[in-house]
């Protein structure tokens, strides 16, 4: 699947670029925030008024890929909670009118599709539209759907607008804290992986990609994709090297690792498990610049993109890949699922 265009809100400053050009936020927050830009030139101030966050920060990622790249074939999107926000207030409104006369935009925006559906009908797209939640794999999930997608098109040639969001709510945020998922202490983004206690801090976004099946004038490439539910500590290695061997590779064709460790004491040394066949690898941890959240790594097969089309290199840890070719992505959540994305120039 070739990668034609890009776009991210995210906490960084990835909207008008300055993140990937060396601008890197420093944070002394329990809660990352996307910063998000001006939406007054991209969305109907109508429409806006009665957008919930997920779906601003989605529909303001989409209008600007699809108003420089033809109407897409399908939309495919991953989420883990989409607006879970309005859920709540609908929820709360009938408890609160006892049943009776709700506003049915809270509801509208609280179902974890809203985001496809608002993007197919402001595009008056009519394409495959499908939206998977399933949880911390789910731009995962919508990887292979789109893969899926383009295999059963064959030769014919066909585009997707593929993307991830996330939204922090009251709701979910308090949950996931009560479940020690978040530090009760607070520690700087430029310490975070050192501060050797439990959990993380919170983050959210949304990233898009306008992918194709013809390779021409692509920035990069989806190479390949596992995912895993039922992996133990000392499976990690098999793990990854059983992946790199399906497609031919060995840890040596590797020329740079993105890894999702968080700060989180209990899970982190995953990570290490998984890095060590690969030595000292040039390595990102993306999960210093936006946060913890279920679908965190469509930003980091963003960042990706980005450092194998020379950018963002102020990011590299442990010596800088020149010209990276070949990068790979792990991510787990809560040590439970696992992911592996290979993204190729």
């Given at each position: 699947?070739?990668?034609?265009?890009?776009?991210?809100?995210?906490?960084?400053?990835?909207?008008?670029?300055?993140?990937?050009?060396?601008?890197?936020?420093?944070?002394?927050?329990?809660?990352?925030?996307?910063?998000e830009?001006?939406?007054?030139?991209?969305?109907?101030?109508?429409?806006?008024?009665?957008?919930?966050?997920?779906?601003?920060?989605?529909?303001?990622?989409?209008?600007p890929?699809?108003?420089?790249?033809?109407?897409?074939?399908?939309?495919?999107?991953?989420?883990?909670?989409?607006?879970?926000e309005?859920?709540?207030?609908?929820?709360?409104?009938?408890?609160?009118?006892?049943?009776?006369?709700?506003?049915?935009?809270?509801?509208?925006?609280?179902?974890?599709?809203?985001?496809?559906?608002q993007?197919?009908?402001?595009?008056?797209?009519?394409?495959?539209?499908?939206?998977?939640v399933?949880?911390?794999?789910?731009?995962?999930?919508?990887?292979?759907?789109?893969?899926?997608?383009?295999?059963?098109?064959?030769?014919?040639?066909?585009?997707?607008?593929?993307?991830?969001?996330?939204?922090?709510?009251?709701?979910?945020?308090?949950?996931?804290?009560?479940?020690?998922?978040?530090?009760?202490?607070?520690?700087?983004?430029?310490?975070?992986?050192?501060?050797?206690?439990?959990?993380?801090?919170?983050?959210?976004?949304?990233?898009?990609?306008?992918?194709?099946?013809?390779?021409?004038?692509?920035?990069?490439?989806?190479?390949?994709?596992?995912?895993?539910?039922?992996?133990?500590?000392n499976?990690?290695?098999?793990?990854?090297?059983?992946?790199?061997?399906?497609?031919?590779?060995?840890?040596?064709?590797?020329?740079?690792?993105?890894?999702?460790?968080?700060?989180?004491?209990?899970?982190?040394?995953?990570?290490?498990?998984?890095?060590?066949p690969?030595g000292?690898?040039?390595?990102?941890?993306?999960?210093?610049?936006?946060?913890?959240?279920?679908?965190?790594?469509?930003?980091?097969?963003?960042?990706?993109?980005?450092?194998?089309?020379?950018?963002?290199?102020?990011l590299?840890?442990?010596?800088?890949?020149?010209?990276?070719?070949?990068?790979?992505?792990?991510?787990?959540?809560?040590?439970?699922?696992?992911?592996l994305?290979?993204?190729?120039?």
């Open positions: 699947m070739y990668i034609k265009d890009l776009y991210a809100i995210s906490p960084q400053k990835t909207h008008d670029l300055s993140f990937e050009n060396g601008d890197w936020l420093v944070f002394n927050e329990f809660i990352y925030k996307a910063i830009p001006s939406y007054q030139d991209i969305i109907p101030a109508s429409q806006l008024r009665r957008m919930g966050k997920a779906v601003r920060m989605g529909i303001g990622v989409s209008l890929l699809m108003g420089r790249n033809p109407k897409p074939d399908g939309i495919i999107f991953g989420t883990a909670n989409g607006g879970l309005d859920c709540i207030k609908f929820l709360n409104q009938i408890v609160e009118y006892n049943e009776g006369t709700l506003t049915p935009t809270n509801f509208v925006q609280s179902t974890p599709n809203a985001l496809a559906g993007v197919a009908l402001i595009s008056e797209n009519m394409g495959y539209n499908i939206t998977h399933n949880g911390s794999l789910a731009f995962e999930s919508a990887l292979l759907d789109a893969s899926l997608f383009f295999d059963e098109h064959g030769q014919e040639e066909k585009t997707i607008l593929l993307g991830a969001v996330e939204e922090i709510s009251d709701y979910n945020y308090n949950i996931d804290h009560l479940g020690k998922r978040f530090k009760q202490e607070l520690v700087s983004n430029e310490d975070l992986l050192y501060s050797n206690t439990p959990g993380s801090y919170c983050g959210e976004g949304s990233t898009q990609f306008f992918l194709s099946n013809n390779p021409e004038k692509s920035l990069a490439k989806f190479s390949a994709l596992k995912q895993s539910s039922c992996l133990s500590k499976e990690i290695g098999d793990f990854v090297l059983s992946f790199l061997a399906e497609q031919n590779m060995n840890p040596e064709d590797v020329d740079c690792l993105l890894l999702g460790k968080n700060g989180d004491s209990l899970t982190d040394s995953w990570y290490d498990e998984l890095a060590k690969f000292d690898k040039p390595t990102v941890y993306f999960k210093k610049s936006v946060g913890e959240y279920r679908t965190v790594s469509a930003f980091a097969s963003y960042l990706a993109v980005q450092l194998l089309n020379g950018k963002a290199h102020h590299i840890e442990n010596g800088a890949a020149a010209e990276p070719r070949t990068i790979l992505i792990y991510n787990h959540f809560d040590a439970v699922r696992h992911s994305i290979l993204i190729q120039k």
